[in-house]
């Protein structure tokens, strides 16, 4: 039997919903609105027109660019090649950049015309990249010079190339953004990416009559595989913008009737700060997901408050695992507030011990997951591979605990662990104590080199506008209600902290701007 009458891959899944709903739209971008059968027969030009420029099976396909209708369409044409897609963050410097197209091994790069500079400086320096391939942006830009242009790729009317594609076949190499010399290159195929689709249609109840607004970066494993992939998966309307700023996203909220809407809680924080936000106004919004990083307990409650017909769900996970792994539920909010949840459908989760055993209700261990989500390994890294599936689990690195219910507490990252006084601090907790202070709008917890504690505990702290808040009332709250060796060593105010495009706090990056104050 040929194995096309059973093959599942990314790119038969917009095939078969452009079938099942031709004329729903599909694809919302700045000025560009695609239905679905719209969209299925651009993509298999686009894909067609790349071929005729040499992008084939296994091919690896960097993309440098920020969210659009053409990275939406790219994503999609690169599967239906069985081509590697190769996203890369576009904070990143041009070494950085460069380093990752030399390890992928990628000979061709998309970009827009807002990071065609970027793009162009970090293929310079010693890659393989020859070949540029230009998309367009949600706002009208004019084509980069010297590159493929989208347009033109998107008209080809040659047929699309026979591809003898697996479920199994590599679909893309998602570098993390960890805190090591070099980031690592996570191998995810077809099936592990649609296997998590599954989950996430199920326990995220992503459905087909969602209007889903994607402003986080698509380069993001979480907004372009937890949200867009699965959208496509059950035929749902996707609105696509660059710009995951209140007013914008209000906005859009507004003008669409969105239903659906994932950030973290960074970004969630903000829409609560903005003068602009009016619940009335967007009285569409059903339902609300957060992740990449723990919602503050008091944060959850103020949105409860002012969002009251929201539904809110906390996706937790890792790139390595396609990247969904545990889930809390809307029911769950309040009753387990700060818990990420337990296991998805297609994912087995413990929280083990150093022997890898399971740890009691209440003690710290590491999460330790078995999924068909799982990545294959690491690209070119058989050491770090070998060491993320000992023991025939793959370690996430992340501490947590577990209460009598099942119910998973992210504790900190392995990485994050203050270790002051001979005593370990879980950053998480401390800030927590201080998002009670009604005066903070945001704040991070991290240790910073101290003679006396090996590692100060030291809140860096974003006050709301218009407040007073002082570093003594900070430290005499947590000295009333936390354990001595927990509360602030230090206390620092500053106008913002440092974000990722996907909203991760960089607390790398604030323990070395803070690392010589006293």
Known sequence: MN?????????????RTAKRVPGKTAIICGQTQWTYAEFDALVSRLAAGLARIGVSHGERVAVLARNSHGFAALRFALARLGAVLVPINFMLKAEEVAYILRHAGARMMATDSGLAELARAGAALDTE????????????????PGMHGFDELAACTAPLPAVALASTDL??????????????????????????YVSCVVDA??????????ALPLYHCAQLDVFFGPAIFVGSTSVITSKPVPDNLLALMQRFNVTSFFAPPTVWIALLRSPALDASK?????????????MPVEVLRELAARLPKVRLWNLYGQTEIAPLATMLGPEQQLSKPGSCGRAVLNVETRVVDDQMHDVAPGEVGEIVHRSPHLMLGYFHDDERTAAAFQGDWFHSGDLATVDEDGFIYVVDRMKDMIKSGGENVASREVEEMIYRLAQVSEVAVVGLPDPRWVEAVTAIIVRKEGQELSAEEVMAHCNEHMAGFKSPKRVIFTDALPKNPSGKLLKRELRQTYANTR
């Open 282 to 294: 967007i009285a569409s919004l059903a339902k609300g997901y957060y992740g990449a990083s723990i």
């Open 205 to 214: 109840e992503i459905a087909g009559n969602d209007l889903t607004l994607h």
């Open 3 to 15: 194995p096309l009458v059973r093959r599942q891959t990314l790119g038969d899944i917009l095939h």
């Open 171 to 196: 679909a893309q190499i998602v570098y993390t953004s960890g805190t090591e010399s070099t980031p690592k290159g996570a191998l995810l195929t077809h099936d592990a990416v649609l296997w998590q």
């Open 129 to 144: 990249v020859r070949e540029f391939i230009w998309l367009p942006s949600e706002d009208p830009s004019e084509p980069a």
